[in-house]
């Protein structure tokens, strides 16, 4: 993520024009939030917390009962951090870069990377997540997410044909955060063919109908699907702590 008007784009892949419509009017979570915020929750209490990629800011409405001592969002997409601020008065919203992090160093307990790396754009991860590692405290927690490398997560996610929405294995995000200092502590791999339809569902109201949408029955079958014990195949939920 750049601030706008500097070189690269959280989006390379997008249109800034089709980055926000109707749908991110709302900041009512959906199953994939819910999850995020339970497996950060134990760790945020008393802490502060960056969320980076914070779009119309899901996360940080998610977690401001569980009394972070601090919670900032950066994005680069204006219009959705309007909503954001709107919304979500208490809090704070930057537009910033990952690329540039307007932090000092070791400022953060934790960083949290929701849907965010396979937006960067393509061969920069690594920069990002230097930068991250950066502005982290000695110990401190990174949580990420992103679309899993795995063929029906591909064949069934429309970004990834239509916007170059890429996919990552596990190897190949501990490779990236190994390299950038990290260790991975937790991982997860979540959702399956109601979460895939459910996504299909969001990029046609988002882009076609341009208007927020409810389907509860779908809601809870991606909430079965998440629930399980077995791990699914559509998206990867990492926990890495910065090493010392």
């Not at 989006?11 to 995020?36: N, Q, Y």
């Not at 960056?50 to 969002?73: E, F, Q, T």
């Not at 000092?104 to 991250?132: G, M, P, Q, S, Y």
């Not at 502005?135 to 899993?148: A, C, H, Y």
């Amino acid at each position: 993520m750049l601030e706008q008007g500097k070189g690269m784009k959280f989006a390379e892949h997008t249109s800034r024009k089709l980055l926000f419509s109707g749908v991110d009017l709302s900041i009512k979570p959906g199953v994939e939030h819910k999850f995020s915020f339970a497996m950060s929750k134990p760790y945020i209490k008393d802490k502060s917390v960056l969320d980076i990629g914070c779009w119309n800011g899901k996360y940080i409405n998610l977690i401001r009962d569980a009394v972070p001592s601090l919670a900032i969002g950066i994005d680069i997409e204006e219009k959705a951090l309007r909503v954001a601020k709107t919304r979500i008065p208490t809090s704070e919203f930057l537009v910033a870069s990952v690329f540039n992090l307007p932090f000092k160093d070791n400022t953060f307990d934790v960083v949290t990377l929701w849907a965010v790396i396979e937006h960067i754009v393509a061969n920069a991860e690594l920069r990002a997540l230097h930068e991250i590692n950066r502005v982290l405290k000695d110990g401190g927690k990174l949580f990420l997410s992103t679309p899993n490398d795995h063929l029906l997560s591909k064949i069934l996610d429309p970004g990834y044909f239509l916007t170059g929405h890429r996919h990552y294995s596990k190897e190949r995000l501990t490779r990236l955060l190994n390299s950038s200092g990290f260790i991975i502590e937790d991982f997860y791999v979540k959702g399956g063919i109601f979460d895939c339809l459910s996504t299909i569902l969001f990029y046609f109201f988002k882009y076609v109908i341009r208007r927020a949408y409810s389907i509860k029955a779908l809601s809870r079958l991606v909430e079965r699907e998440y629930a399980r014990e077995i791990d699914r195949f559509n998206v990867i939920f990492l926990m890495v702590k910065k090493g010392t």
